[in-house]
């Protein structure tokens, strides 16, 4: 049996960061490592290594699924893994990105107040304001804040459904971090065939 090395445990991390945005939610910014640390290893490195071993997501929903036994371990529609569904998710949580980050610069620049809610799927907003004492930092970052564990809180849901539906990782097929890398790697590669 393979040793397992520490960053087989991160899985445990995604069930700390959903705590502590419940309670505080100024901790949703350590959702950013997230997005930042795939990218860098994909510009560095040319590969998925992040998606492959460190994705405390994809560890959890193998858990869950595995482990747990909460997945059917039925084939996704080959849909769910086509080219165009997953690029048109990437462009579809950009946008979400960008709506985000619009509402928090609204609230920066003082044409909106501080929204206590986090939004579930985009649509469903649910009040959040317990996880926050006003005037703690600017109501921007705060802001920020809700928008960011909204977007975590959403996109693993979307993945549970699908662990559950089909197999474990279903989710990673269509992640907007996994084709984002990906398309990254590609653009490595070619460029390094170029030279």
Do not use: H
């Not at 529609?77 to 950009?94: D, E, G, H, N, Q």
């Not at 996109?155 to 990673?172: A, E």
């Amino acid at each position: 049996m393979k040793k397992k090395k520490w960053y087989n445990y991160l899985w445990i991390w995604s069930i700390i960061y959903f705590i502590l945005g419940f309670f505080n939610i100024l901790f949703a910014w350590l959702g950013m490592i997230d997005f930042l640390i795939p990218i860098i290893i994909a510009i560095f490195r040319g590969d998925k290594w992040f998606c492959n071993n460190m994705c405390g997501r994809g560890q959890l929903f193998l858990q869950l699924g595995n482990k747990c036994g909460l997945c059917r371990k039925k084939q996704a529609p080959k849909w769910i893994s086509s080219r165009w569904f997953r690029y048109a998710f990437l462009v579809f949580f950009f946008v979400m990105f960008g709506n985000m980050i619009f509402q928090t610069y609204l609230v920066f620049s003082g044409a909106e107040s501080l929204r206590e809610v986090v939004k579930l799927f985009w649509t469903f907003k649910l009040p959040w304001g317990w996880a926050y004492s006003n005037g703690i930092v600017s109501d921007w970052i705060a802001q920020y804040s809700f928008g960011l564990y909204s977007l975590m809180l959403t996109s693993t849901l979307i993945g549970l459904i699908v662990m559950i539906l089909y197999k474990p990782r279903t989710w990673c097929v269509f992640c907007p971090m996994g084709t984002l890398t990906q398309s990254i790697c590609k653009i490595k590669s070619r460029k390094s065939e170029e030279l």
